[in-house]
């Protein structure tokens, strides 16, 4: 099994990487998806959030209100590790059952947003960064998600530097031309990861 940590600033194109790397057959863990499913309604996860943020944070049909959490823990370090806390370790144990339900062979790609921050490296085979511009990344927040460059600048400060995460880079994966230059990169990272995975 090749374990692959894949990474990014928010707005930098890593979902379209990892979409791309599933549909040539890796099994893609996505930490973000897990950790909205462990605070999902009925779990002891959102009773935890709940517990230490208080009922504001909820929606009215009890789901979590995630805009309303985040304005809490984007603007409070402390806060943000209090959430972190609740939701990493249960995060951590659906990954390792996700994991031990992959094939030998496979090529796992973890999909983690703050790998750089966490300093998760180590745990991986094989880093790859997508990498794009701030300027751009802030541009494609207000474009695709209707974001107000405050909140994006906001964002893109509370994560690790984009040279920090270059750091911690194996494979960098550029992604500020079109869909078709990312598309080629994947390719070329995937058929690398292929070969790697086959030595062993």
Same mark, same amino acid.
């Given at each position: 099994?090749?374990k692959?940590?894949?990474t990014?600033g928010?707005?930098?194109g890593?979902?379209?990487?990892s979409?791309?790397?599933?549909?040539?057959? %890796?099994v893609?863990i996505?930490?973000?998806?897990?950790a909205?499913?462990? /605070?999902?309604?009925?779990?002891?996860?959102?009773?935890? /959030?709940v517990?230490t943020f208080?009922?504001?944070v909820?929606?009215?049909d009890g789901?979590?209100d995630?805009?309303r959490l985040?304005g809490i823990?984007?603007a409070?370090?402390e806060?943000?590790?209090?959430?972190?806390?609740?939701?990493?370790?249960?995060?951590?144990?659906?990954v390792?059952e996700l994991?031990?339900q992959?094939?030998?062979?496979?090529?796992v790609?973890?999909d983690?947003?703050?790998?750089?921050?966490n300093?998760? %490296?180590p745990m991986?085979?094989?880093?790859?960064?997508v990498?794009?511009?701030?300027e751009v990344r802030i541009?494609r927040?207000?474009e695709h998600r209707g974001?107000?460059e405050t909140d994006?600048k906001a964002r893109i400060?509370?994560q690790?530097?984009?040279e920090?995460r270059l750091?911690?880079?194996?494979?960098?994966i550029p992604?500020?031309?079109s869909?078709e230059?990312l598309?080629?990169?994947?390719n070329?990272?995937?058929?690398?990861?292929v070969?790697?995975?086959?030595?062993g």
């Amino acid at each position: 099994m090749l374990k692959i940590g894949l990474t990014g600033g928010i707005g930098s194109g890593k979902s379209e990487v990892s979409r791309r790397l599933s549909a040539r057959g %890796a099994v893609v863990i996505d930490a973000d998806k897990i950790a909205r499913e462990v /605070v999902e309604p009925g779990t002891a996860g959102l009773a935890r /959030v709940v517990a230490t943020f208080g009922d504001e944070v909820l929606r009215p049909d009890g789901s979590l209100d995630r805009e309303r959490l985040g304005g809490i823990v984007f603007a409070d370090s402390e806060k943000l590790a209090a959430l972190n806390s609740i939701v990493h370790p249960l995060v951590g144990e659906r990954v390792a059952e996700l994991q031990g339900q992959s094939a030998d062979d496979a090529i796992v790609v973890y999909d983690v947003p703050l790998l750089a921050e966490n300093k998760l %490296a180590p745990m991986y085979d094989v880093v790859i960064v997508v990498d794009a511009a701030d300027e751009v990344r802030i541009r494609r927040l207000a474009e695709h998600r209707g974001m107000p460059e405050t909140d994006a600048k906001a964002r893109i400060a509370a994560q690790a530097s984009r040279e920090d995460r270059l750091a911690v880079a194996d494979i960098v994966i550029p992604n500020e031309g079109s869909l078709e230059e990312l598309d080629a990169r994947v390719n070329e990272v995937w058929d690398a990861l292929v070969s790697r995975a086959a030595r062993g």
